[in-house]
């Protein structure tokens, strides 16, 4: 399988190629030259393990990685999980949950960031090459991303993040990770402060050629592919459904485009349910077909506060039937004006979804609901999924809700559902007065610059 970029500058690169590249050189995103139809297949992976698919979807995307090697990484990234069925699922009257927060970190990043963790030690192992990763997080992503990593050779990770302003149990999930190839530094800034400092030093092309220097975030192609597997999985946990709908808190736009994939790959997911918190430019799109930029809001379901979905793209592509001249003409419209409408004329490839968004109050109430119907606690995220949900599956089909994150981990939104009802995870509770380290630097580029100098490989 070759990949090529949505924005027709890059093509011809093998699945190693790509997963080093992360963003195309052309400032498209890199997607595979066809998705293979595994329908045939279907009946013959009844009973596999979730490592055991994972090897049969994964492998159908790439060539220049040998078989064994493959099974190794699979095995051993969803080694560190805490349940044998990896991603298992809770069934309530109305709807089933797909837990996705079994990895060490308790949310579903880890199903993708352990994978590629081990992906980027092999390559560069191969290679004879090291990496310095550097990110910027508000929350969740880093700690993910340092779980990935850590302890690994050849590889450093330094992460941005804005001093006094994670929740006090993110923060800790990150600084108490005391590994030599670790850094965390904490700004003195916002987010959005640590994000531009970030990409500004990626822009210096030098700097970042000198050091070897890498990303991690979402549009990273592995990542994607990793997040394929749990929606087969779970269709063989519900014992293979003629159709069903899939419900999927929506940030970034990486998740649902899995799911995306694995409906054209031939899975019987009759719509995806995209669901926002009030950030709502996606769930505005696929109702409208007008794309346009509005505030970031803040609000109970953090990780999904994203106006600009990164991944969306790669679904433009799709959705323009593969032509990389509109998809740089509707990137190049968006840049200068915030605003593009698609109109939909072609309504074919948007039959995949349904879109709403829910706001903080209805995402309080669904959790708060879930505690008194069912006696289940979800998070945040979930909630606003469950949420949407509940609103626009229509059908007589069942209806998977996907969870994106262990409760605990968002107590804010919790406690403000269900004061009388401590929302703990052992994990979470072994953090405390662990020992932990932290550099903590002003909002200057020349500083943050000096430190990367003075501690990458
Ligand atoms: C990242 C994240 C999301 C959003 O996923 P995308 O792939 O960015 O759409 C939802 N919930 C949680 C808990 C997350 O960490």
Known sequence: MQYHS??????????????????????GLLVPQSIPDVQAELGRWKGLSYEGLAFEIMRRFLSDLPEEDLKHLIEKSYASFDDPLIAPIRSFDKFHVLELFHGPTLAFKDVALQFLGNLFE??????????NILGATSGDTGSAAIAGVKGKARIKIFVLYPEGKTSPLQERQMITVLEDNVHNIALRGSFDDCQSLMKSVFSDLEFRTQHSLGAVNSVNWARILAQIVYYFHAWYQLDCPDRFNVSVPTGNFGNIFAGYLAREMGLPINHLILATNSNDILARFFNTGEYSRGQVNFTESPAMDIQVASNFERYLFYELNQSSGKVVEFMEQFQSTGTVSLGFNTRRQNEAFLAGAADDEQTIET?????????????PHTAVGIEVASKLHREDLPLLCLSTAYPAKFQHAMHRALPEIPVEHPTLNALKGLPERKQVMDVDEAAVKAYLAGHAL
């Open 6 to 27: 949505t924005r027709g500058e890059v093509s011809g690169l093998s699945f190693i190629d790509a997963v080093m590249m992360g963003l195309a050189s052309d400032g």
């Open 367 to 379: 959790i708060k609901r879930c505690h008194a119907d069912y006696g289940y606690l979800v998070d």
């Open 122 to 131: 092999h390559v560069l192992e191969q290679r004879d090459a090291q990496l």
